[in-house]
C-alpha cells in the first residue's frame, strides 16, 4: 500500500502540533567533538537555532520547544 503524500496529511486552515526529528547519516558529527578528527562543531549549534528562527519566521510556524543534540554515546 503506497504512502499518503504530505500534502494530504496536514490541513493548512487547521493548527496542528507535530514533532519533528532529523539526523545526520553515516555518524556524521553536525555537532560536538569528532573523535576521529579531533574537531569540535560546537560552533554550529548557535547557527543552526539561527537559521531555525529564521524559518519559523519565513513559514509562519512557531516552535514550541526543541533541543538540538549531539549524536555522541
Known amino acids: ?9 496536514f490541513d493548512p486552515a ?25 574537531q569540535s562543531y560546537d560552533h554550529r549549534k ?6 531555525m528562527e529564521e524559518l519559523a519566521g519565513i513559514m509562519a510556524c512557531e516552535f514550541l520547544a526543541f533541543s538540538v543534540m549531539d549524536n555522541c554515546g
Do not use: F, Q, T
Open 1 to 9: 500500500m503506497a504512502r499518503i503524500p504530505r500534502k494530504r496529511l
Open 14 to 38: 487547521e493548527v496542528g502540533v507535530y514533532h519533528c526529528i532529523n539526523r545526520c547519516v553515516r555518524r556524521a558529527r553536525l555537532i560536538g567533538d569528532d573523535p576521529y578528527s579531533g
Open 46 to 51: 548557535e547557527w543552526l537555532v539561527g537559521r
